[in-house]
C-alpha cells in the first residue's frame, strides 16, 4: 500500500520490559513524526525526524524514550523499562516537506496500542 | 506560551444537522491552522489547511474559517451524516520554528 504503516498494531508486554515500535513512512516523505495519544486525549508530540537527523526531540516523555531514522526511511521508537503510564497508541505521520509549512499534511499510520501490564 | 483551546469538548447532534466547532489559538507568530478529522481507533487525517492571508476554505461539507486578527477559526459541518462521527483536532503551526500546536479536538456524536 502507499499509506504509512506501523507494526505491530497491539503490543502487551510486562512492566519492566523493553519494547520496539515501527514506522515505515510513505516513500518520498522526508519528515517523520511520532506522537502519543492515552484514550479519550490529544495527540502528544513525540518526536520529529527531517531526513535521518531528529531536529525536535522536545516531546519525548523520558530517557527511557529514543527513537532513530535509518535511510531516510523506517523510523523505530524504542521504550525501555517500560511502565504502565506507557499505555497508549502511538501513532506515527510522515509528510513530504519540512514540518509545519504551508504545504505540509501529515499522513497518519493506524497506531500501535501498546499496553503495560 | 502557544495554545490551542478548542470548543466545545463534545457535541451531540442529529443526522442531517449542521454545526460548527470553534478553535482558539495564541500561536505567534502564526504561520498556517488545519483541521483534522480523527475516526475511532485510526490516525488523524487532514481535511483543510489555510494560511494567514485565507479567511475561509471547504472541503465538501466542511467549511473552514480563519479570522488571524482574533486568532479564531471555526469548522461548520452541513447536513451532518452518520460518518461525521468523529474527531475533528485544530492545529496551528508557529512561523518562528514551524512547531504544530495541537488541540484536544472536539468529538463529535452524530445521532440517526
Known amino acids: 500500500g502507499a499509506g504509512v504503516s506501523q507494526s505491530p498494531s497491539n503490543k502487551v508486554t510486562e512492566k519492566g520490559k523493553d519494547v520496539e515500535l515501527r514506522c515505515d513512512p510513505i516513500s518520498g516523505h522526508t519528515a517523520l513524526y511520532w506522537y502519543r495519544q492515552s484514550l479519550g486525549q490529544g495527540l502528544e508530540f513525540l518526536i520529529y525526524f527531517q531526513g535521518n537527523s531528529a531536529p525536535d526531540k522536545s516531546g519525548l516523555p523520558s530517557d527511557r524514550f529514543s527513537a532513530e531514522r535509518t535511510g531516510g526511511s523506517v523510523s523505530t521508537l524504542t521504550i525501555q523499562r517500560t511502565q504502565q503510564e506507557d499505555s497508549a497508541v502511538y501513532l506515527c505521520?510522515?509528510?513530504?516537506?519540512?514540518?509545519?509549512?504551508?504545504?505540509?499534511?501529515?499522513?497518519f499510520g493506524p497506531g500501535t496500542r501498546l499496553t503495560v501490564l | 506560551k502557544n495554545q490551542v483551546e478548542q470548543s466545545p469538548q463534545s457535541l451531540i447532534i442529529l443526522e442531517g444537522k449542521n454545526c460548527t466547532l470553534q478553535?482558539?489559538?495564541?500561536?505567534?507568530?502564526?504561520?498556517?491552522l488545519r483541521w483534522y478529522k480523527q475516526d475511532t481507533g485510526r490516525g488523524p487525517v487532514s481535511l483543510t489547511i489555510m494560511t494567514f492571508s485565507e479567511n475561509t476554505k471547504s472541503n465538501g461539507r466542511y467549511t473552514a474559517t480563519l479570522d488571524a486578527d482574533t486568532k479564531q477559526s471555526s469548522l461548520h459541518i452541513t447536513a451532518s451524516q452518520l460518518s461525521d462521527s468523529a474527531s475533528y483536532i485544530c492545529v496551528v503551526s508557529a512561523l518562528s520554528n514551524y512547531q504544530l500546536i495541537w488541540g484536544a479536538g472536539t468529538k463529535l456524536i452524530i445521532k440517526p
Open positions: 478553535c482558539n489559538y495564541t500561536v505567534s507568530p502564526f504561520s498556517n
Open positions: 505521520a510522515s509528510s513530504p516537506s519540512s514540518r509545519g509549512g504551508p504545504t505540509d499534511t501529515q499522513y
